[in-house]
Protein backbone atom coordinates (compact mmCIF):
# COMPACT_ATOMS: atom_id res chain seq x y z
CA UNK A 1 0.00 0.00 0.00
CA UNK A 2 1.54 3.22 -1.24
CA UNK A 3 1.34 6.12 1.26
CA UNK A 4 2.97 9.50 1.35
CA UNK A 5 2.26 11.66 4.20
CA UNK A 6 3.33 15.61 4.68
CA UNK A 7 4.62 17.09 7.65
CA UNK A 8 6.08 20.30 8.28
CA UNK A 9 2.55 22.99 7.56
CA UNK A 10 1.66 25.52 9.99
CA UNK A 11 1.31 29.70 10.68
CA UNK A 12 4.04 31.75 10.16
CA UNK A 13 4.07 35.41 9.43
CA UNK A 14 5.13 37.35 6.54
CA UNK A 15 8.88 36.68 5.69
CA UNK A 16 9.10 33.56 7.39
CA UNK A 17 9.93 30.02 6.35
CA UNK A 18 9.00 26.78 6.66
CA UNK A 19 9.92 23.04 6.12
CA UNK A 20 7.56 21.03 4.11
CA UNK A 21 8.60 17.10 4.40
CA UNK A 22 6.46 14.09 2.43
CA UNK A 23 7.52 10.49 3.65
CA UNK A 24 6.61 7.68 1.22
CA UNK A 25 6.28 4.06 1.97
CA UNK A 26 5.16 1.11 -0.06
CA UNK A 27 6.22 2.89 -2.76
CA UNK A 28 9.80 2.43 -4.99
CA UNK A 29 10.50 6.48 -3.80
CA UNK A 30 13.94 6.47 -6.07
CA UNK A 31 11.75 5.84 -9.55
CA UNK A 32 9.51 8.54 -8.60
CA UNK A 33 9.13 12.07 -9.87
CA UNK A 34 8.09 13.51 -7.01
CA UNK A 35 6.13 16.74 -7.15
CA UNK A 36 4.32 19.21 -4.60
CA UNK A 37 1.07 21.40 -5.18
CA UNK A 38 -1.29 23.37 -3.27
CA UNK A 39 -4.98 24.43 -3.00
CA UNK A 40 -6.49 27.49 -1.66
CA UNK A 41 -9.83 27.83 -0.47
CA UNK A 42 -12.02 28.30 -4.18
CA UNK A 43 -8.89 28.26 -5.73
CA UNK A 44 -7.77 24.96 -8.36
CA UNK A 45 -4.58 23.09 -7.19
CA UNK A 46 -1.78 24.36 -8.46
CA UNK A 47 1.47 22.79 -9.09
CA UNK A 48 4.57 24.25 -6.97
CA UNK A 49 7.67 22.66 -7.69
CA UNK A 50 8.63 18.98 -9.02
CA UNK A 51 11.94 16.95 -8.78
CA UNK A 52 13.69 14.20 -10.87
CA UNK A 53 14.46 11.08 -9.80
CA UNK A 54 17.46 11.93 -8.84
CA UNK A 55 17.23 15.22 -7.52
CA UNK A 56 19.03 16.85 -10.49
CA UNK A 57 16.28 18.21 -12.27
CA UNK A 58 13.78 20.64 -10.28
CA UNK A 59 10.61 22.90 -12.15
CA UNK A 60 9.11 25.77 -9.90
CA UNK A 61 5.90 27.62 -10.51
CA UNK A 62 7.20 31.26 -11.40
CA UNK A 63 5.35 32.34 -8.23
CA UNK A 64 7.65 30.54 -5.86
CA UNK A 65 10.78 30.99 -8.17
CA UNK A 66 13.73 31.88 -6.02
CA UNK A 67 11.56 31.60 -2.58
CA UNK A 68 11.13 27.66 -2.29
CA UNK A 69 14.01 25.00 -3.03
CA UNK A 70 12.42 21.37 -3.66
CA UNK A 71 15.08 18.64 -2.77
CA UNK A 72 15.01 14.94 -1.66
CA UNK A 73 16.49 12.30 -0.06
CA UNK A 74 15.90 8.61 -1.85
CA UNK A 75 17.73 6.97 1.28
CA UNK A 76 14.93 8.05 3.58
CA UNK A 77 12.19 7.89 0.94
CA UNK A 78 11.61 11.44 1.04
CA UNK A 79 10.90 14.76 -0.61
CA UNK A 80 11.37 18.39 1.15
CA UNK A 81 10.06 22.12 -0.08
CA UNK A 82 12.12 24.86 1.53
CA UNK A 83 9.75 27.70 2.06
CA UNK A 84 11.31 31.39 2.52
CA UNK A 85 10.53 34.66 2.30
CA UNK A 86 6.57 33.47 2.89
CA UNK A 87 3.62 35.74 1.42
CA UNK A 88 0.33 35.76 2.67
CA UNK A 89 -0.78 34.45 -0.80
CA UNK A 90 1.11 31.56 -0.44
CA UNK A 91 -1.67 30.39 2.07
CA UNK A 92 -2.95 27.06 0.59
CA UNK A 93 -2.82 23.17 2.04
CA UNK A 94 0.18 21.34 0.17
CA UNK A 95 0.41 17.98 -1.19
CA UNK A 96 3.19 15.92 -2.20
CA UNK A 97 2.52 13.63 -5.14
CA UNK A 98 4.26 10.79 -6.56
CA UNK A 99 4.54 10.35 -10.43
CA UNK A 100 5.73 7.26 -12.72
CA UNK A 101 7.03 9.68 -15.33
CA UNK A 102 8.42 12.99 -15.55
CA UNK A 103 5.27 15.78 -15.59
CA UNK A 104 3.81 18.69 -14.00
CA UNK A 105 0.71 18.22 -14.56
CA UNK A 106 -1.16 17.06 -11.18
CA UNK A 107 -3.58 14.55 -13.57
CA UNK A 108 -0.49 12.47 -14.05
CA UNK A 109 0.61 11.93 -10.83
CA UNK A 110 -0.04 8.34 -9.53
CA UNK A 111 -0.11 8.90 -6.10
CA UNK A 112 -0.88 11.87 -3.14
CA UNK A 113 -0.60 12.77 0.20
CA UNK A 114 -3.16 14.09 2.43
CA UNK A 115 -2.11 17.40 2.61
CA UNK A 116 -0.82 20.05 5.06
CA UNK A 117 -1.39 23.35 5.78
CA UNK A 118 0.32 26.51 5.06
CA UNK A 119 -0.87 29.55 6.88
CA UNK A 120 1.33 33.01 6.36
CA UNK A 121 -0.71 35.78 8.37
CA UNK A 122 0.46 38.54 10.23
Known amino acids: QVELVESGGGLVGPGGSLRLSCAAS????????MGWFRQAPGKAREPVAA????????NYADSVKGRFTVSRDNAKNSVYLQMNSLKPEDTAAYYC???????????????WGQGTQVTVSS
Open 97 to 111: AASRSPTWSGARYDY
Open 26 to 33: GVAFSTYW
Open 51 to 58: ISRTGDVT
